[in-house]
C-alpha cells in the first residue's frame, strides 16, 4: 500500500506564490511517476504537472512558466512551487503516485487565490 499526504495550502491573494508538497510512504517502488493534479466543483480532474523519478517533467500549458514541480527521492516527497497565481488556479490540489503496483491518490489540498 502507498500512502499520500499532501501539505502546504491555504489562501493567497493574486500574483502571490505558494507551495504545495506531498509525502509518499508505504511500498514505493524506486521507479514511478508523480503528479499533481487539480478538481474544480463539478469539474474534470484535470493535470498540473508530472515528474518521473528520473527527474523528467511535465507541464500543462497553464501553468508553464509559473509553476515548477519537483521532487526528493530520498525523501520520497514531491513539490509544487506555484507562483503568479490568479483566482483560476482555485482547486482541490491532490498528489498522485504511478507504479507498476497502480496508481495512487492523496485526499486532496486546497488552494485558493483571492482576486
Known amino acids: 500500500q502507498v500512502q499520500l499526504v499532501e501539505s502546504g495550502g491555504g489562501l493567497v491573494q493574486a500574483g502571490g506564490s505558494l507551495r504545495v508538497s506531498c509525502a509518499a510512504s508505504?511500498?514505493?517502488?524506486?521507479?514511478?511517476?508523480m503528479g499533481w493534479y487539480r478538481q474544480v466543483t463539478g469539474m474534470q480532474r484535470e493535470l498540473v504537472a508530472s515528474?518521473?523519478?528520473?527527474?523528467?517533467?511535465n507541464y500543462a500549458d497553464f501553468v508553464k512558466g509559473r509553476f515548477t514541480i519537483s521532487r526528493d527521492n530520498a525523501e520520497n516527497t514531491m513539490y509544487l512551487q506555484m507562483n503568479s497565481l490568479n483566482p483560476e488556479d482555485t482547486a482541490v490540489y491532490f498528489c498522485?503516485?504511478?507504479?507498476?503496483?497502480?496508481?495512487?491518490w492523496g485526499q486532496g489540498i486546497q488552494v485558493s487565490v483571492s482576486s
Open positions: 498522485n503516485l504511478r507504479q507498476r503496483t497502480g496508481a495512487y
Open positions: 508505504g511500498s514505493i517502488f524506486s521507479f514511478n511517476a
Open positions: 515528474i518521473t523519478s528520473g527527474g523528467m517533467t
